[in-house]
């Protein structure tokens, strides 16, 4: 069973950057498309971006030109670099493997990790 590991979360203030990681265990991380979906308290949940095998990517409108979504298949590691971070950004961030045809999760999500951007 695929494990990942989100972290990299964390407070900062509006106009700032984060950089989210998630490593995932096992060898589906080099056949699968990767994507990071995030979800506010009250709200649901926002499949943010993904990136297929050949690199191909998908962001969500809310996030273009603001966020990056990255990968390493040597280090099973996925990536979300996040700038001009804004209060609305604030939500727990999570990774996951994705099935592009429908845009959902192929198995579960990580446990997450807080993004919170204060104003």
């Known amino acids: 069973q695929v494990q990942l590991v989100e972290s990299g979360g964390g407070l900062v203030q509006a106009g700032g950057s984060l950089r989210l990681s998630c490593a995932a265990s096992g060898s589906i991380f080099s056949i699968n498309a990767m994507g990071w979906s995030r979800q506010a308290p009250g709200k649901e949940r926002e499949l943010v971006a993904y990136i297929s095998i050949g690199g191909s990517t998908y962001y969500a409108d809310s996030v273009k030109g603001r966020f990056t979504i990255s990968r390493d298949n040597a280090k099973n590691t996925l990536y979300l670099q996040m700038n001009s971070l804004k209060p609305e950004d604030t939500a727990m961030y999570y990774c996951?493997?994705?099935?592009?045809?429908?845009?959902?999760?192929?198995?579960?999500w990580g446990q997450g990790t807080q993004v919170t951007v204060s104003s």
């Open positions: 996951a493997e994705i099935n592009i045809a429908t845009m959902s999760p192929l198995g579960s």
